[in-house]
């Protein structure tokens, strides 16, 4: 119980006597001493007072204490760290947030990586089988693919390099040096075939320069050759192609000069219709288009000779194997290759389409390159 303090009263002049008296509330109450008279009492309670409810409860010991375990359960026992771990298992190790997006970006990108290759390998897949792809049509089916004996043809060149490229070049000697057809016949692959052709078309080819000689096996054809290139005294450039024939070399005379069943300038001039003959030639597509050959049904494609001096428009329809073949080796639809300006061909074609309209049909590709199997 906190001290408390009385104010002694006292008297005025009438013989009133006042005083006040401040008590703290909640404490003994002492009794008012006799003889004091009347006076004014102020009381200040600070905090709760004493209710009813709260003075019935005299000991707090006795109150009831209240327990949330439910009875006629056993109570609980504590456990160790491995009774725990043998319940739930091994925590999983922490791994920070960057880690995990990080962890995420590499398996992303290794997925992209492997379906891009896997679209490759079908595009490549799927440019094999249009090459391969049989013909519906009266023609004869195309097959580029080398023979077998021609991988053993092309590994006897790269063995055999040294002594064959000396060879090449004494038969290049003996063409360039040549003033008649009689003399070059020796010299050329198929000389029976060809002689007819050669006796016609065949020129002079000159001195020839004394800058080396570039020596090279070509792989753009469907049977291998030794190429030799290089320069004539009077600066002009040649490319000579030989095969094996019969176990030495011989000039391949039609691949080197590009020489057909028909050249394009004796076609251009020509008052009949040619049916199906054979040239050499540099086909580029083309973009020109005629109401005898309408681009929805046809393609159009730029044939050039050897020389690059002549040229004709030939079309081909895009339903046919020889359009699919074109299409294949020029890339022309393909989304992953870089498209092909131009390939050397051995086509049969047939035109003009009449006197005076230089337009062609190309009815058959033989395959690439101008060497033949």
Known sequence: MLPHRKNEPHEDGDGVRAGFEVRVIGGARP?????????????LQIGPGQTSASAAVEDPSAAPVQRLQAEGTEPLRA???SEVIGEVGPAAPYVPRHRSKERSLTAWTLWMAAG??????????????????PSNESEQAIVFAPQDSFGEEKAYFLDHMGPLTHEAETLLKKYAAATSPEAVLPLVRDAARVKER?????????????????TSISDSEV???LILRGKTAGFAN?????????????????????????????????????????????AQPGNFYTPEFPEADYRSYQLLDAAG??????FVRRSSTTANSLEA???????????????????????????????????????????SP
């Open 31 to 43: 009794t008012p001493e006799p003889g004091r008279g009347k006076g004014l009492e102020i009381g």
């Open 79 to 81: 456990r160790t760290i």
């Open 116 to 133: 891009t290759c896997t679209l490759a390998v079908a595009a490549v897949a799927g440019v094999m089988s249009m090459k391969k792809k």
């Open 198 to 214: 050669l006796m016609a078309l065949w020129q002079p080819m000159g001195e020839l320069s004394k800058d080396l000689v570039e």
């Open 223 to 225: 049977r291998p050759a």
């Open 238 to 282: 040649f490319e000579m192609a030989f095969v094996r024939e019969g176990g030495q070399l011989k000039i391949d005379w039609e691949a080197t000069e590009g020489i057909g069943d028909a050249q394009l300038s004796e076609l251009r001039k020509s008052k009949t219709v040619v049916k199906g003959a054979k040239v050499r030639v540099v």
């Open 309 to 314: 001096e002549e040229f004709v428009w030939a």
């Open 329 to 371: 080796e020029l890339n022309e639809s393909s989304v992953l290759l870089e498209k092909t300006r131009s390939v050397p061909a051995t086509l049969r074609i047939s035109g003009p389409l009449r006197e005076g309209v230089n337009l062609f049909e190309i009815t058959e590709m033989l395959h690439k390159g101008w060497v």
